[in-house]
């Protein structure tokens, strides 16, 4: 799974590529200032194969940021920014940057230049899986989509994020940390329960039998899994 460092301070923004991405299949970890993205930076193992780089963040400009990664790494790095100034475009592509998109840009855009900007770098990149069927299951992520034993399965928007990211792991298990940053965001990763009771949930509106799931499965002290669709 291609992993994905976020530095955007706009919340609502953040949320929206977040999920964007996710849903395309990459691992997602997110900052709201220079400081955090250069510390996810620093500390991640194994560390982002690609950043996504706001400029106007609460503590700095991304560009100090870029010039750090330069400096250490040839991670591709695309811009996002409301600047529009040519001047400053030449300036960050001649300092590094990959790729420049001013914003507002459309999530396909985005999409696209980031597998340009990977495959340049030599990054083979897998289709995502957007959709599962198994024992009577189906779950259509593009559609939003979800139905057993053709009847329509009714989800919370927490719920369906849940069901995705595991969609997106189908047979792989999944932590507990991944999956609450995922779904919750990176402030959530020590909140377990949220997992406990959303898990709970979705058991008992997919699973024959809850107290004993064949689809929804646990890794005890892990993380989760959904059953391989070929299982």
């Not at 369906?160 to 990176?186: C, I, N, P, Y």
């Amino acid at each position: 799974m291609i992993r994905v460092l976020l530095v955007e301070d706009d919340k609502d923004l953040r949320a929206t590529l977040r999920d964007a991405l996710a849903l395309e299949g990459y691992e997602v970890s997110t900052a709201a200032s220079l400081s955090e993205g250069l510390a996810l930076w620093t500390h991640a193992r194994p560390p982002p194969d690609v950043v996504l780089l706001d400029l106007g963040l609460p503590d700095g400009d991304g560009e100090t940021m870029l010039a750090n990664l330069r400096k250490r790494d040839a991670v591709p790095v695309l811009v996002i920014s409301a600047r529009q100034a040519d001047g400053q475009k030449i300036r960050l592509l001649d300092a590094g940057a990959d790729d420049y998109l001013v914003k507002p840009f459309s999530i396909g855009e985005l999409l696209a230049r980031l597998r340009v900007a990977l495959r340049h770098r030599g990054t083979a990149l897998k289709p995502a899986l957007t959709h599962y069927e198994a024992d009577g299951l189906v779950v259509d992520l593009a559609a939003h989509r979800v139905t057993l034993k053709g009847e329509a399965v009714h989800l919370t928007p927490t719920e369906f994020k849940l069901l995705a990211r595991l969609v997106r792991s189908a047979g792989q298990v999944v932590t507990h940390r991944q999956l609450l940053a995922d779904v919750w965001g990176e402030e959530f990763t020590e909140h377990t329960h949220y997992l406990r009771l959303y898990m709970g949930q979705l058991r008992a509106k997919l699973e024959a039998d809850p107290a004993d799931p064949r689809r929804l499965l646990t890794e005890p002290g892990v993380g989760y899994q959904l059953a391989d669709s070929a299982a």
